[in-house]
């Protein structure tokens, strides 16, 4: 009997469904899902069978009985291929090769003294090439790539300004996939760490969240319903850029007293230089100095933190999300600024909204990006149920 197309998309959102319902419930087996979806056992048998065919899904020995045969025990295979998520920063790049389930293997930080797309594109290519040399034996090899951009992308993965970077409508997108395949998906830096953080990290309770990416500036991604949201408010974006003190620092964008002044990264290195005058400390020297004591140190994280609490204290107020979760490099001074933020927050949030908001630190570190962009193109290739499997040696595109 020939089968339509309606039977023919009806079969593959079953497919998508019952292997969705395995990655999130395993180990289970076929009478599980079809009691979990509804869908009667011998579809869910088929649809099973040929997931296992495909390499998608495993059978992992017999479960316990209810009083008949022992039920097969099935498991998603998140070996079957790989990804790679990529987080452009200012100074550098961070690379990471993750399994289907997010489990990194490999990590690689390149340092970028040119930022120019050209330069930056090719140290893309040279570090996917790298990876897949290293590449673990699997049926679909790397099956797409995601990646962070510090500004604004537009729905055609086109970034359209990334002023840290000094870049202006720039497209990474067709010079990467004429080489690494379509698969490819390229976002701002703070949705794919909002991203990486509800599927992998702190967030993973939550279905209403703000991420706010603390580096050089201070962006936001927002996740609502559990879903990354893409409307106009003025804090899906540059949240950097609230005022926070009428009289405060001259911006970047031009205005005074902008979040980012105060509370960024830069913020910390630019009170750094003044306190510290013969010597420029990095982030990572202050952060050993204030665990050291060191007096300056100390109160330099003290006057971030304070600063933090009072943007974070804005959001409360306004948005009452459920969880904020702090992230990028700044995140890796959580424990050093948590106090003097928490107390700022309590001063100058509403009890109401506060009891209903949640600050944390981004359990990922500066890995939120990476992680969340390289989950960006495992989720396209499972939506796919029949995927085509890697010829072997090659990366997504052959190169």
Known sequence: MKITGDQQLIKKMNKT??????????????????????????????????????QLVTEIGPGESSGGRKPTLLLFNRSAGYAVGIDIRVNDLLAVLVDLEGHVLLEKT???????????????????????????????????????VPGLVDDKSRVVSAPNLDWNQVDLYDPLASELGTNLHIDNEANAGAIGEKLYGAGREAQNLIYLSIGIGIGSGIIVGGELYRGTSNFSGEVGHMTVAENGPLCRCGNRGC???????????????????DSHPDLEEIIRLARD?????????????????????????????????????????????????L???????????RKKSGVAFANLGIRSTALGAASMPITMFLSEPDPVPAQEGNTPAGI
């Open 17 to 54: 469904i019952v292997l969705d319902t395995i990655r999130q419930r395993q180990p289970l087996s076929r009478a599980d899902i079809s009691a979990a979806i509804g869908l009667n056992k011998a579809t869910v048998s088929s649809l099973v069978s040929e997931l296992i065919d495909s």
């Open 110 to 148: 390149v340092a970028l003294a040119d930022f120019t797309p050209d330069h930056v594109v090719e140290q893309i290519r040279k570090t996917i090439r790298q990876f897949s040399k290293k590449l673990p034996e699997s049926p679909y090899g790397i099956v797409g790539i995601g990646i962070g």
């Open 259 to 277: 979040w980012e002044t105060l509370a960024s990264e830069k913020a910390l290195l630019d009170r750094a230089a003044k306190l510290w005058n």
């Open 293 to 341: 004591g060191e007096p300056r140190a100390v109160q330099l994280l003290n006057e971030i933190g304070a600063q933090l609490g009072v943007g974070l204290a804005n959001l409360v107020n306004i948005l009452n999300p459920e969880l904020i979760v702090i992230g990028n490099r700044l995140s890796l001074a959580g424990d050093l600024l948590q106090d003097a933020m």
């Open 343 to 353: 107390r700022t927050i309590e001063n100058r949030s509403l009890s109401y909204h």
